[in-house]
């Protein structure tokens, strides 16, 4: 039997993937992160599946439930809020299960700092203003960040954030920013994107950390920061895919140097 490590999206349970659906509704045991999920995500797992949350379990207790169901002939479906590629402690879990020589698959997601972006409607990359996004999350009480990737360095590039697990240190964060990004720089919040309580905080690096502390977020949030996020920006350009300026004939038929075909 196999492990499938599925992103589960935002939370939403009409966000998750077709296949995430299937797996779902095939699977044994289903672990899952109850913090970050709406519970209609689990009505896709079939009658009598074993649902098992993760939020006060540690790594070696989640990976003890997926070896032992799958040397009782089950089938797993290990749920990760967003997509398994960020922050899901996938390389750690894969580890443990190669050594148990458990077989696991990867089924992609909807990634958190998308349906943030999706929510207020903003492209991430607009041209001559950001054509990089960067994700990355703060230090609180997680594991130590590289030196070589602190705020500081990303900041300079001046590409849109997406910050993750950021949001208890969002003031500091932005004192971080505010050299590079300036106080003006828009910054929106969002707080569980497509879930029962969602909530979207627009601000700047100057005055988003008021209106956070405020509302008194906590966790489940994504901070998205940039000059991209400006709606109405008149340094933004316009790409040159869709340019009336493109020429589109086959490579053969171009205008050369000189003009001549």
């Known amino acids: 039997m196999t492990v499938h490590f599925v992103g589960a999206g935002p939370g939403a349970a009409d966000l998750i993937t077709l296949r995430a659906a299937a797996l779902l509704g095939a699977a044994d045991v289903v672990l899952y992160p109850g913090t970050y999920l709406d519970a209609d995500v689990l009505t896709h797992a079939r009658s009598g599946a074993r649902l098992v949350d993760t939020q006060d379990l540690d790594l070696e207790a989640m990976v003890t439930v997926m070896v032992e169901a799958h040397a009782g ?43 943030a972006a999706a ?91 008021e209106q956070v502390e405020e509302a008194g977020l906590r966790q489940a949030a994504v901070i998205l920061v940039g000059r991209a996020l400006h709606r109405d920006d008149t340094a933004a350009g316009e790409s040159f895919l869709y340019s009336t300026d493109r020429d589109r004939r086959p490579p053969h038929l171009r205008r050369g140097p000189e003009g001549k075909p």
């Open 73 to 115: 002939g089950q089938d797993v479906v290990r749920l990760t809020s967003g997509d398994p590629s960020v922050y899901s402690a996938l390389a750690e879990q894969t580890r443990r299960l190669d050594a148990a020589a458990v077989p696991w698959d990867v089924t992609p997601g909807v990634a958190a700092y998308a349906a």
């Open 119 to 209: 929510l207020v409607g903003s492209e991430l990359t607009v041209p001559l203003v950001a054509q990089s996004v960067v994700l990355t999350r703060a230090q609180a009480r997680s594991t130590r960040m590289p030196e070589r990737e602190s705020l500081a360095a990303f900041a300079a590039t001046r590409a849109t954030l997406a910050l993750h697990l950021a949001i208890v240190r969002v003031r500091e964060v932005m004192a971080e920013l505010a050299p590079e990004y300036g106080d003006d720089c828009p910054v929106v919040v969002v707080h569980r994107a497509s879930q029962p309580g969602e909530l979207v905080l627009r601000g700047t690096v100057g005055d988003i950390a």
